[in-house]
């Protein structure tokens, strides 16, 4: 089990061989963080990160999307290839413009109502039960109506689009490897 905590940062961060009070002050620039491919199961408190605008997480071990309360900076964050099944937990980050949740167990799409700015969500290739499809919660989609530009929802098994005709600024839909049947 690996928890991503500030002693995960300092172990992997290019500022090596300095005070512990220097650490801190590291932390507390930084703007970027890639801890991908760290068998990362768990966010822990990183709340010393608080510029941190673009945060790596892809390809690890997390199951739940917790501890980003401090992170009201953050525009990008990449989650895909973990082991998420619900989105949650991220009304604080106001300033999320990009969220990357691909290949992870979310059935439903949810959580997102708090979450103004978001103007790309990229879900592709989610790990479905059996038969099921990708389902999407009316009132995160109407939240996301005038933000949402860039869509990707490819091989999820959807079967309709016209739910999405909420989504007003939409100009970019990727929705390859689905079983639609007509475009409306």
Known sequence: ????T?????KHASHKNRSEEDFGQYLQKITHLNLSD??????G????????????LYDNQINQIQNLDFASNITHLYLQNN???SIENLSSLKKLEKLYLGGNYITVVEGLDKVGELR????????LPLGEKLLFDPVSLN?????????NISNNNIDELEELAVLENLSYLKAVDNRLKHMK
């Open 1 to 4: 089990m690996v928890r991503l």
């Open 6 to 10: 500030v002693h995960l940062i300092a």
């Open 38 to 43: 760290k068998n990362v199961d768990s966010i």
């Open 45 to 56: 408190d990183l709340s010393l990160c608080k510029n941190l605008r673009v945060l790596y």
């Open 83 to 85: 082991r998420i099944s």
């Open 120 to 127: 790309e969500l990229h879900i592709e290739s989610q790990h």
């Open 143 to 151: 939240s996301l109506a005038k933000s949402l530009s860039v869509l």
